[in-house]
Every structure is written in C-alpha cells, then in structure tokens.
T-cell receptor, first 112, second 116 residues
C-alpha cells in the first residue's frame, strides 16, 4: 500500500541547534516528494521538492532535504534553527496520480 | 508569483445555514484546484478535486451534496457548505495547480469555519 509516514509527532530543539525531520514513504517506485511548513492558522508554504536528479535538495529558509532511495526516505534538515522556525511541518508525496498524500505532520517547538 | 487567496479567512455561521468559501489564483491560471479539510492538530485531508468547467471529483466519504464545489473559471473555485452543522466546523484549505504544471500545488491561507 502507498503511504507516507512522519515518525516524529513533536520535536523540541534549542535555537541555534540543528534540526532533522524524518519522512518515509512506501511505494514501488520513486514518488514526487515535497516538504511544506504551516504556521498556526495559516496555509501551507512549500519549502522544497524532489522530482529527480541531485538527491540533495536546497529549499527556502535555509532548509535542505536528502532523498535516499534505499531507505525510502526524504528527511528535512536545517543546520541552525531560528525561533521563527517553530511551526508544523508536513511531508507530502505524489504517488501515481496528481494528488498529494500528506504525512501526519511534525510539530517543531524552538526553545530559547 | 503563484499566490492563492481565500475568502473569507474566518466565518461564523448558525447551524442550518450555508456558507461559501472562495479560492482564487491571483497570478496564474489554475486548471485544477483542490479542497482540503484540516482538523486541529491533524494533517490535511483531501476532500475533492475540481477541474475548470467540469464537475468536481470527491474523495470517498465526502458528501458531495453537502460540500458543493464549483470551478467556473481558471482563477476561481468555490466551496459551499450547505446546511452547516457544528461538526462541519473546521479549517478548510484550497490549493491550485497551474496550467501546464505537473504536480506542484500552491496553497491558500485557509478559512476557519465555525458553526454555532
């Protein structure tokens, strides 16, 4: 069955520390992969996407993600977190149609 | 570029009334628009897909007679919640896919619906 999983429901990180959010998918081929961020009461903003090519993808706001085919993963990273990065992060996947399938989301809390 | 707006951002209505939410692509033509529903602390659930000029395709379990979707132009889709009840209270988010684009969707800011 096709699925996308974000194993971490909530992550707390200190300002200035690094952040890594996990995303795994289950699919027989390489899907199209996205990371979105949602601030409270707001819509979703696209951080980055992977369709093909270089497996390390650079996005906005200093985020990057690495596609690892062998692990069926697309983890999101940021070297140094800012307080403004506190938000909900969603991994999303397009499998064999045009619809986005979302993970459950990871809430990131940034402590001073 | 690629801005999607929603109106209203927040609406409160009485049980039994209908509410219309608009979704507009401001600087591009959207052949396909999507409507999602999001409950507190949960992920987005796709409700329906609308293509300009044709009937919307609803996901399993979504009542098409309760959630009326119209995509009359390449820049506007509307979601009407008919005979709203408190259980319809939720955050509704639309997204739009540009003409010629394959998979990328641009999201609106969402509409908070509260039914009293």
């Amino acid at each position: 069955a096709q699925s996308v999983t974000q194993p971490d429901i909530h992550i707390t990180v200190s300002e200035g520390a690094s952040l890594e959010l996990r995303c795994n998918y289950s699919y027989g081929a390489t899907p199209y992969l996205f990371w979105y961020v949602q601030s409270p009461g707001q819509g979703l903003q696209l951080l980055l996407k992977y369709f093909s090519g270089d497996t390390l993808v650079q996005g906005i706001k200093g985020f990057e993600a690495e596609f690892k085919r062998s692990q069926s993963s697309f983890n999101l990273r940021k070297p140094s977190v800012h307080w403004s990065d506190a938000a909900e992060y969603f991994c999303a996947v397009v499998f064999n149609d045009y619809k986005l399938s979302f993970g459950a989301g990871t809430t990131v809390t940034v402590r001073a | 570029g690629a801005v999607v707006s929603q109106h209203p951002s927040r609406v409160i209505c009485k049980s039994g009334t209908s509410v219309k939410i608009e979704c507009r692509s401001l600087d591009f033509q959207a052949t396909t628009m999507f409507w999602y529903r999001q409950f507190p602390k949960q992920s987005l659930m796709l409700m329906a897909t609308s293509n300009e000029g044709s009937k919307a395709t609803y996901e399993q379990g979504v009542e098409k007679d309760k959630f009326l979707i119209n995509h009359a132009s390449l820049t506007l889709s509307t979601l009407t919640v008919t005979s709203a009840h408190p259980e319809d209270s939720s955050f509704y988010i639309c997204s739009a896919k540009a003409a010629g684009a394959t998979y990328e969707q641009y999201f609106g800011p969402g509409t908070r619906l509260t039914v009293t």
